[in-house]
């Protein structure tokens, strides 16, 4: 892999110049900064278009309301420009425009007073927490491979902060939850960046002993084991995380870690074989927690038949209300703030947000939105190709892997796919620890994008 | 590494292409289904979100709309319900809708296709269209008369213009308030629940949608199958019929009510009510013959929509002699709405001629331009013209000088017939007064208004249940009351 990427100008090399400078390369820092201001505007513009439709009134917080968005999406802009000036242009933009509108959704959804108290406030200080925390990675952590130095702290802390739950009261029937003055917290949230980087950290150094020792299964050209030294560490923390989750009842993030855990072994050691493996393994877990669990069995009941509660005369259930929603929607929505979330009840500004998208903004909103995802889950796995370090590349391809599972799992559940799963949609879902979190892995991203698109310094490392 | 990755990415853009189509199928393929399951609650929603149409009789609405302040922001209100009831039914945002506000709902609730002025252009905007106004036949005046007349006993009337089939009034006693299904909530339910535990069933439409055994008003249909079938061809010659009769084939002995019937003329027979003279004219008819008259007249026609659906009136088509000489006095399985037994007098009184009846005359759009108009429609010809004639004779003899003397109106040619229907197991059910009718302005041609009248009245003593006396002081009410109308622009 070269470590040109694509954004570089085609190259206009001399013919015969042996020793020519780099090609100079475009910033795109101007890209960024107008798409950033877009994204600002398209939010800002969404929030008026809630006001009018509901209120006939543009709200008068508007205005206050663009100009702290826009000034805390300009600081991040600033802290990019400055110290991650090669970064990918993308990744910030989108962040803005996904939080923005998560932002003028909870709006939206806190105009109906059967969904509960207003969350709009809480989830802008949040918002504002998150963008200040990027900025605040973008600006300490010069290179990210310093991360992996920390990793064994970090999965500490990680297992610390997924334990601490069961010592507070279940919400919902999961222990998910630290609540403390009025605020909570969601700790397996941060987890998830933690382990990300440990997994990354993990394999990247044992990369060559976990693909080449051991011993080989299923004949010569079969599954090489690698031996219980080397896999040992890493299974233990993965198996303690998950089954920290499955105790706390958390099996939409157990799964999440999961899927991480077999994307990044495949990555590293280039086997097919852990993918088999990994597919044969969650099959059985979910065949066992469906079987075994009540609480999974009933979703899956509800996956297989989500009208099954109307025939048993118990009205529409939530998922029933949610496939509603979106069939309200249909191709163009019925426009913000002309829908009826408030028939899907508890729940409707977290994991059924989708819903709302779907029916106000209809298919082209959803897939819009879906494309927005899709472009940042791209942007990170690309900064995973581009980058030159092992653990830069592992740890790029984590952190989209967790934003591309988020999106998949509760897109796919609410639309009736699978089984419906508890997880937050990045950005857009109520819930301080999610944005925080996500803020975070964007500036990560960042990070390693900018690594690997900053001009390779004299003379070249060898590309891996 | 570098493989590995690019197989991750390609697994995501399946997994997005995953969610892609299957949002096509939740958001289009099967969005059809959505909106359509009762379940759904925008449905109801969007069709309570703003005001309902309105139901007019005259030039008055007798139905309204109301701010609930609630998710379901419109609530029905109407104006006189008991009244009206048998004609507008209920509109609930609990339980659905009934009668005029069913069958005209889409009108009503503004979904339509008919209020579109451009096709089309609603699917695209998704915006709603406003509700129309559905404008109905009924008279006012009759339709008070009606009900002042059966002063809260059991029972119903209905009244047609037999010229067009206009029905003038609908009247079904006792009634209820459609106002309390109106809304949602415990009290709705509560008054849901106490209606139709009510033995008196006041939900029920007994216009349309009650059949009753017609008793001797079905001596009319006997006597047109009689005259058409050249059975009799002179009213006032003697019928060589005993009293008592014993049906045909059995040991049972009919007799009369009154004197006089021994070998009595269909005049005669007729006007003091015979049933022996009748059943043997029936069994001498035949079955082919009087099922083919009662058909004519609108028996065993299950389509009749008024648009509500009126329940069929029967007449059995396979039974032996002895059982068309109990049905040619309107007994053993023949029952009739009251609606049909309006229809049977209409035919008579408009020359033989039986008009389709209809309840709606015109819908408009919101700003009052017609968008369907009901024109008259012929149904049959029940019986020729002469026929007519000849029962014309019949039926003005009653009211003139035999068993329907209380209908008689000064000034107007009134004919009837009186019925009183015995039922229930060995005839010891309450029996339920008739009288149909049918007046005609003097030197008209053709009758303004034909009635029916049933009364079950379990409260009253047994020997004051007659036709004469109970069913016709109401029809006269009420065909009096569309006589001193001024005469109406046809369609106003």
New interface residues.
């Given amino acids: ?1 070269s470590a040109t990427s694509a954004d570089a100008p085609p190259p206009q090399a001399p013919p015969a110049a042996v020793h020519r400078p780099a090609p100079p390369r475009s910033r795109r820092r101007g890209v960024e900064l107008s798409l950033t201001a877009a994204a600002v505007l398209v939010s800002v513009y969404g929030y008026a278009e809630v006001g009018l439709a509901t209120r006939g009134a543009v709200p008068g917080d508007a205005a206050g309301y663009g100009a702290g968005l826009a000034l805390l999406a300009l600081l991040a802009h600033l802290a990019v420009r400055a110290r991650a000036p090669y970064a990918d242009p993308l990744l910030l933009p989108i962040a803005v425009l996904l939080n923005g509108f998560g932002l003028v959704l909870i709006y939206r959804l806190d105009l109906e007073p059967s969904l509960g108290p207003r969350a709009a406030p809480t989830q802008l200080v949040w918002s504002t927490l998150g963008i200040t925390l990027f900025v605040l990675v973008v600006l300490a952590l010069d290179d990210h491979r310093v991360l992996a130095r920390y990793c064994y702290v970090g999965v500490t802390a990680a297992l610390a902060l997924m334990a601490a739950p069961i010592f507070f009261p279940a919400v919902n029937g999961a222990k998910i939850w630290i609540r403390a003055a009025g605020f909570s917290i969601q700790p397996g949230e941060f987890a998830k960046v933690l382990l990300a980087v440990f997994f990354a950290a993990y394999l990247s150094a044992n990369r060559a002993a976990l693909a080449y020792t051991g011993r080989r299964v299923f004949g010569p050209r079969g599954l090489q084991l690698p031996t219980g030294r080397v896999l040992g560490p890493v299974l233990a923390i993965w198996l303690l995380s998950v089954g920290l989750l499955v105790l706390e009842r958390d099996l939409g993030t157990s799964l999440l870690f999961f899927g991480l855990f077999v ?1 990044l072994l ?3 050691t ?1 086997r097919t074989g852990w993918v088999a493996v990994g597919l044969l393994l969650s099959a059985a877990g979910a065949v066992a927690a469906g079987a075994l669990e009540p609480h999974v069995h009933s979703r899956v009941e509800d996956w297989l038949h989500p ?1 099954a509660s ?1 025939g048993a005369g118990l ?2 259930g939530q998922l ?1 209300q949610s ?2 929603a ?7 929505g ?1 426009g913000l703030g002309q829908g ?1 979330p ?2 899907i009840g508890f729940a409707t500004k977290s994991d059924f947000i989708l819903a709302t998208v ?1 029916e106000e903004l ?2 082209a909103g ?2 819009a939105l ?1 494309a927005l995802y ?1 472009l940042l ?2 942007r990170g ?2 900064a ?2 581009a980058v030159r370090d ?1 653990f830069g ?1 592992l740890l790029a ?1 984590g952190l ?2 967790i934003l ?1 599972l988020q ?2 799992v509760i ?2 559940g609410v ?3 699978i089984p419906l799963t508890g997880m937050a949609m990045p950005f857009l879902a109520q819930g301080g620890s999610s944005v925080v979190t996500n803020w975070i892995i964007v500036a990560l991203l960042v990070r390693v994008s900018d690594s690997a698109r900053r001009p390779p310094p004299e003379p070249p490392e060898d590309a ?1 | 590494m570098t493989r590995c990755i690019r197989r991750c990415a390609a697994l995501g853009l399946a997994l997005l292409l995953a969610l892609a189509l299957n949002a096509v199928r939740v958001m289009v393929l099967d969005a059809g289904a959505a909106a359509a399951d009762p379940a759904n609650r925008r449905i109801a929603i969007a069709r309570y979100q703003h005001p309902r149409g309105g139901i007019l009789v005259g030039a008055a609405k007798v139905t309204g709309s109301q701010d609930t302040g609630g998710q379901l922001a419109y609530a029905r209100t109407y104006r006189d319900g008991p009244l009206y009831a048998p004609v507008t039914g209920f509109a609930s945002q609990t339980y659905g809708t009934s009668l005029l506000e069913g069958t005209e709902d889409g009108l009503l609730a503004g979904t339509s296709p008919r209020l579109a002025s451009v096709p089309l252009w609603k699917e695209i905007t998704r915006n709603r269209q406003r509700p129309g106004d559905v404008h109905t036949t009924i008279d006012a005046a009759a339709q008070k008369a009606a009900y002042a007349g059966l002063a809260g006993r059991r029972g119903a009337v209905a009244a047609i213009d037999p010229a067009t089939g206009r029905i003038l009034a609908l009247v079904s006693s006792p009634s209820y308030d459609p106002a309390l299904l109106a809304g949602t909530g415990p009290g709705v339910t509560a008054e849901w629940q106490r209606l139709n535990d009510d033995p008196a069933q006041p939900m029920l439409d007994r216009a349309i949608r009650q059949t009753y055994p017609p008793g001797s008003t079905f001596k009319v249909v006997t006597a047109a199958a009689a005259l058409e079938s050249g059975t009799v061809t002179d009213l006032l010659a003697p019928t060589d019929s005993p009293d008592p009769y014993q049906l045909p084939g059995t040991t049972v002995s009919l007799t009369n009510e009154g004197r006089g019937c021994d070998d009595a003329s269909v005049y005669d027979a007729f006007r003091i009510s015979c049933n022996t003279v009748f059943a043997k004219l029936g069994a001498d008819v035949g079955l082919t013959a009087m099922v083919r008259q009662a058909q004519a007249f609108g028996f065993n026609d299950t389509r009749l929509r008024i648009p509500p659906g009126v329940a069929k009136s029967n007449i059995d088509t396979a039974m032996g002699p002895d059982q068309v000489a109990l049905s040619s006095i309107g007994q053993f399985d023949t029952t009739a709405t009251p609606l049909q037994m309006a229809m049977v007098a209409a035919a008579v009184g408009n020359g033989g001629e039986l008009m389709t009846p209809y309840l709606v005359d015109r819908v408009t759009n919101h700003a009052g331009a017609v968008v369907a108009r009901t024109g008259p429609v012929r149904l049959h010809r029940a019986v020729s013209e002469g026929t007519a004639e000849r029962l014309q004779q019949l039926m003005e003899a009653v009211v003139s000088d035999g068993t329907g003397t209380n209908a008689a109106i000064p000034g107007a040619v009134v004919g009837g017939k009186t019925g009183t229907a015995q039922h229930g197991f060995g005839n010891k059910g309450t029996p339920y007064a008739w009288f149909i009718s049918y007046a005609r302005p003097p030197g008209a041609d053709r009758a303004a208004v034909a009635v029916a009248v049933v009364v079950e009245d379990a409260e009253a003593a047994r020997a004051d249940i007659s036709g004469g006396g109970t069913a016709a002081p109401i029809a006269k009410a009420v065909m009096r009351s569309v006589l001193a109308a001024p005469p109406r622009a046809f369609g106003g």
């Fill in positions: 892999m994307v495949y990555v590293a280039g009208f109307i009205g529409p029933a496939l509603f979106f069939g309200n929607g249909a191709v163009l019925t009826h408030e028939l779907g209809g298919l959803l897939c879906l899709a889950t791209a796995m690309r995973g190709l092992p590349r391809v989209a892997t591309a999106v998949f897109t796919g639309t009736d796919l891996p």
